[in-house]
């Protein structure tokens, strides 16, 4: 029997999004005796070090030296073995066994980002090569069908899940904010938003949490101000975990009007908190929402307007859309997503 190698070289140092998808499975993969590749050691796992300079938040430079270090150094470390990747990067040409996870082909929906030529050029052939390839949801699935020719058998759909210990309801009062969780990408349609939120009358407040980005911010600052609502418009950055809870129990709603998701996992912690969840009926967001949110058309501000309008006035709404949230959420857990990926690796090992 071979080993597991998980290749973890891209940890996050403020773990969010696949980071957090990634730490979350170690737990159900420990009994299978993996090696992972980390920045830093890892509670319970045989690790070797790869230094921090590889790390998804450091930018395009990270990426570019993790991706020459993926094809130069990682082959001599796998060997026979068996590779999984949390993300859709792996050796390629080199005999190879691997398994990597795919999130979504946003950067070939959505024009130019530093991931854009690899989607483009490297990503197929990494699908091509895989053993397996696992996904989060039946939307990103079908796109790989459909875009990347990937047969059916080679897909299993492996759902996120979400921390029930930490997301949970904290039967805290209810402040006047709406909050949105994520980053600044342009894909979020966070100028939608604001431009929605403009049409919403009263003194609630928008509070945007999530890292900034200079291609994007200064922008969305310049429209809040100019229609209006600059006093109600709140960039709070990067939010630590800890802090989470507390921030979207007490939030009227998440608002998550993103063109696209893979999965969008910020919407399923807001319903295990009990907050209402208003979404687009767009990519893998029905998947995860089901009936218990209001969805919208992302291309609606008048729509996204209304939806929050009624939220904010309607308290029967909002308790209604708390009770169907939280029956929701429990569809979800990473113990369900651990046993589909350790009983994928098991058989290929």
């Known amino acids: 029997m071979s080993t597991l190698i998980i290749n973890l070289a891209f940890l996050a140092e403020r773990p969010s999004g696949i980071s957090n998808y990634a730490l979350n499975l170690l737990p159900h993969l ?17 690790c070797r070090l790869v230094g921090d300079r590889f790390s998804s938040d450091r930018g395009s430079q990270a990426h570019l030296a993790r991706l020459v270090w993926t094809e130069l150094r990682l082959p001599s470390i796998c060997g026979s073995n068996l590779l999984f990747s949390p993300l859709p990067e792996a050796p390629l040409y080199r005999g190879c066994r691997y398994v990597v996870t795919v999130h979504d082909l946003i950067p070939l929906r959505f024009g130019r980002s530093r991931w854009s030529a690899y989607f483009r050029h490297v990503l197929p052939q990494v699908l091509a090569q895989a053993q397996h390839i696992l996904v989060n949801s039946q939307a990103t699935g079908d796109e790989l069908l459909k875009i990347m020719q990937v047969p059916s058998s080679k897909i299993t759909v492996s759902p996120l899940a979400y921390d029930q210990a930490h997301f949970r309801w904290l039967d805290l009062p209810r402040q006047d904010y709406l909050l949105y969780l994520g980053r600044h990408d342009r894909h979020k349609n966070l100028l939608g938003l604001i431009q929605a939120f403009a049409q919403v009358p009263g003194n609630c407040q928008l509070y945007l949490a999530g890292a900034s980005d200079r291609r994007y911010t200064p922008c969305l600052k310049a429209a809040a101000l100019e229609l209006g609502v600059g006093g109600r418009v709140h960039f709070l950055d990067y939010v630590p975990y800890q802090d989470l809870p507390k921030l979207i129990n007490q939030a009227i709603a998440l608002v998550l009007p993103s063109r696209w998701e893979g999965f969008g996992l910020p919407a399923l912690e807001a319903m295990g908190c009990g907050t209402p969840v208003i979404a687009s009926r767009v990519g893998a967001l029905p998947e995860v929402v089901g009936d ?10 008048e729509e996204l307007a209304q939806a929050i309008a009624q939220v904010i006035t309607q308290a029967d709404l909002r308790q209604d859309l708390q009770r169907r949230g939280l029956a929701q959420a429990l569809k979800f857990s990473w113990t369900n997503t651990g046993e589909i990926t350790n009983s994928l690796l098991r058989q290929l090992l």
């Open 30 to 46: 420990q009994d299978l005796k993996p090696l992972a590749l980390s920045p830093r050691p890892l509670l319970n796992l045989d």
């Open 292 to 301: 218990a949110g209001i969805l919208v058309n992302p291309d609606q501000p």
